[in-house]
C-alpha cells in the first residue's frame, strides 16, 4: 500500500475502483482506480458517508445494495458520473467492499459476452479456439476434414501463431470426410493470436465464413469474362473452336472437346438432320488440362463414327445441354465401342452443351472432369449452355466469313490466266496464294498476254483493299491492260492509260471509298527476236532477274506513283535477256512473309531464286518451293509470283531489209520476200505474202514515204512486218464496186489470220501474220 492515507495502493483492476466502508457507511479506503474515476482523493473522502457522493434523485444506497445496479456519482468537478455499484461483504467483518465500474465499460463488456455467444450459434460462421499446440479447444462446429484440407489449416494457423500476423479472407476449402464431393465448401478463413493479460500468446483464434456461393459467382463471371475475350476475336473455325476448349480447360474441367459439322467447317450451312446414323460430325479441337490429350479417345480431325438413335443425342439436337456421371455415360451410349472413344479412363462427371446459332446445330462441346473432385452439377450445365451459345455465334460468323471467303478466293482464282503458258518465245508459271488464316483477298494478279511478232507481255499487280470489292477492281484491271496491250502500246503508255482508268474509278467510288481505290502494276514486254525486255512500274517492286550463268540481279527501275496517284510521268527500263533466262515478277505478299521489310524480302527472294533456277528444276517446280520457302504456308497477305523463262528465235528464223522511197521498192520487196520463202520451204506461202507485201509497202510508199523496213519471222506463224515513218493509222474499209482502190487492206485481212499496226519511236509498223503447219507437216525440213 502507498500514496496518502486511506488509499489501497495499487489498482486491482485497471477499470474497477474499489471502495471499503465501516458499519456506519463511511469511507475507510479508496482506491486510485476511484481517483481516477471520480476526481476525489482518499483525505477528501475518507470518513465521510459513500451515500454523499450519490447524485441528488438516486435513492438507493450503495450499502443497501447486494447486486450489481445502476447508479450516478458526484465528480469532484461537480459532473454525474454513471457507473455500476456492486457490493460484497467481507467475511467476519461489518466492513464491505463496493466495486464501482463506469457504465460504458461494462456495457462493452456485456456486448462482447452477446458478440461471443450468438457467434457461437451461427451456421454460417464457424469459429474454432486453438491453444498453442493448435490443438482445437472449443469450436461451434466441428468437421473431420480430409488430411490434405486439414495440413492446410494447420499451415496457415502455425505462420499465425509463430509470427503473429493476421490471416484475413483466406479462402480455405472445408469437407467433411463423411460426406460425398458435392459437399465440399469453400470457406474464408481468418485467423490471429491470442495473448493474456501479460501480453504472452496463448492461443489462436480462427473465424470460418462460408463463400461457396460467392466463389461460384466469382468463377463463373471469371469464366464468362474470359470467354467474351476470347470468343469472337478471330474469324478462323478452327482457331475459334480450339479458343472455346482452352477457355473451358481447366476453368470448368479437365478435359474438352470440340465438335462441329463437316458442311460449317465448309462454310456451309449444316444440315437439319435429326436422330442417329453418321451425323457428318468432325471433331476439331481438344484441351487437356494435365498432359497431352488422352491418345484413346477420337483425335483432332477424326468424323465422328455413327451414333445409334439415343435419348441424349436428341436432346442434345433439340438445344438441351447434359450432365452425367460416368456410368450414366455409359449407358447413354449404348454401344460399347463408343465407350473407349467418349469416355475418358478418369473421367467420373461429364457435361455437354449443343452449339446453336440462328436455329441451327453447328456442333457440340463437351467437358470432362478427371482431376477436379466435385461432379457437374446445374449450375455447372448453365454455365457452359451460356459459353456454348456465345461460342455458337462466334463460330457461325466465322463459318459465314469462311464462305465469303471462298468464294472470293474462288472468284480471284477463275478471274487469273491459265498457271502455266507455253510458247515457243517464252515459258512461264504464275503462282497465286491467297492469304492464309483470316487474310483477306486483296486482289493480287498475274497476266501472260501474247502480242504480235512473237513478243509476249508479262504483268503483275497489286489491288488496294480486300474482299470481293478489291477482286472486281482487279478483274476491271486485268481486262483495261489487256484491252490496251492489244493496242501495242509501250508499256509508259500502258501504264499512263491504266492510270487515268483507276482515277476515273476513285471518282465514280462512293463516298469515302475513293482512298480504296489504287494498285500498283508492273508491265513487261519481251521481244524474241530483239532478245529485248521493255518494263515500266507504277510503283511495283523491281523484277529478279536470274541469268544462265546463276548470276542473279535486282533489276534497278525507275518506279513511277502507283495507280491512280496521277500527275508523274512513267519509266521505261530496257533490259537485253540472253535465252533462257529467268524473269521473276510478284507482289509484295511474297516479300513481307515472315515480318521482313520490302528490302530484306527481296534479297531473301533473290537468293531463293539463284539456289533453284540453277538445279535443273522445273519452272513449276521453282516457283512452288520459293512461295513456299519465302512466302510461308500461311502468308498475311495474297501473294502472286510471275516466272517467266525466256526464248529467243533462232537468227535463221528471221530476216530484215531495209528500202528507199522509191516506187521500185515494191518489185525488191516482193523479190526479196519470195526468196527467203523458198530458203524457207515456204512456197506455199508465197502467193498470200506477195500480195501483202506489195499492198503494204505500197501504202507506206504513197502515204508515209522512206525509209521502209521489212522483215520476215518464221515461228509457228509466219509474221511480215513493214515500217515506215508516219504515224498516221491505217484504217481498214470496204471500197466501192467504182472504186480503183482502197481495197488493200481489206485484202490483207481477208487472206491473213490477223494483222495490226503499233507505234514505236519512229513512225510505226504494220504487220500480218499466217499460221504455219506444224515443223513435221512442212514440205521442206527446217535449215
Known sequence: MTGSPGRIGGPTSENVACILIGASGGVLRWSGAAVDL??????????????????????????????????????????AVDVFLRTLPLDGSDELLVLVTPASETGDQQQVVTLLRELGSQDAVRVALHDMDLKLTWSNAISDMPPADAEALEAVLSHVRDTGDIVIDHPHPLRSISD????????????????????????????????????????????????????????????????????????????????????????????????????????????????????????????????????????????????????????LLDDPQLVPLYVPDSGHSMAMAPLFARGLLLGVVSVWRTEQTDPFDEDDAQLLEEIASRAALALDNARRYTREHRAAVSLQQRLLPPSRTVTPTVETVGIY?????????????????????????????????????????????????????????????????????VQRLAREAPPGTSDTVGATCLYAVYDPVARRCTLASAGHPPPVLVRPDGTVTIVEVSPGPPLGVGGMPFETTTLDLDPDSVLALYTKGLLRSGGFDVDAGMRRLAGELGARCGTGSTLDTVGRAVVSEVGGTSPSDDLALLLARVRAVPQQDTVAWTFPADPVA???????????????????????????VSELVTNALRYAGGPIGLRLIREKVLVCEVTDPSNTQPRLRRARTTDEGGRGLFLVAQLTSRWGSRYGEHGKTIWAEQALPAPGRRGTTHP
Open 38 to 79: 471520480l476526481g476525489w482523493t482518499a483525505d477528501d473522502v475518507c470518513g465521510r458517508p459513500l451515500n454523499d457522493l450519490l447524485v441528488e434523485g438516486d435513492n438507493r444506497k450503495p450499502a443497501e445494495a447486494t447486486t450489481q445496479h445502476r447508479a450516478r456519482l458526484r465528480h469532484r468537478s461537480g459532473s
Open 666 to 692: 515494191v518489185a525488191d520487196a516482193r523479190s526479196a520476200a519470195m526468196r527467203q520463202l523458198a530458203d524457207w520451204g515456204l512456197d506455199d506461202f508465197a502467193f498470200t505474202t506477195e500480195l501483202v
Open 180 to 331: 460425398g464431393p458435392a459437399q465440399r465448401r469453400i470457406l474464408s478463413l481468418s485467423a490471429f493470436r491470442l495473448e493474456d493479460a501479460q501480453g504472452c500468446p496463448s492461443g489462436i483464434a480462427a473465424i470460418f465464413v462460408d463463400v461457396t456461393a460467392q466463389h461460384r459467382a466469382r468463377r463463373r463471371l471469371a469464366v464468362l469474362r474470359e470467354a467474351s475475350l476470347r470468343l469472337g476475336g478471330s474469324l478462323g473455325l478452327l482457331r475459334t473452336a480450339q479458343d472455346l476448349a482452352d477457355v473451358l480447360v481447366p476453368a470448368l474441367g479437365d478435359i474438352a472437346t470440340v465438335t462441329l459439322a463437316d458442311a460449317v467447317r465448309a462454310g456451309d450451312e449444316p444440315p437439319k438432320s435429326f436422330g442417329g446414323g453418321n451425323l457428318h460430325l468432325r471433331r476439331i479441337a481438344v484441351a487437356s488440362a494435365s498432359g497431352p490429350y488422352p491418345s484413346d479417345l477420337l483425335q483432332p480431325g477424326a468424323p465422328v463414327p455413327a451414333f445409334p438413335d439415343i435419348p441424349a443425342l436428341r436432346q442434345i439436337q433439340r438445344g438441351k445441354s447434359l450432365v452425367c456421371t460416368r456410368q450414366e455415360g455409359i449407358a
Open 433 to 501: 496464294q491467297p492469304a492464309g488464316g483470316e487474310g483477306e483477298v486483296r486482289g493480287d494478279w498475274f497476266d501472260v498476254i501474247p502480242l504480235p511478232s512473237l513478243r509476249m507481255a508479262l504483268v503483275v499487280g497489286d489491288v488496294a483493299g480486300q474482299g470481293l470489292t478489291a477482286t472486281a477492281a482487279m478483274s476491271r484491271l486485268r481486262t483495261a491492260v489487256q484491252t490496251l496491250a492489244d493496242l501495242e502500246l509501250s508499256p509508259d503508255d500502258v501504264l499512263a492509260h491504266v492510270d487515268d482508268l
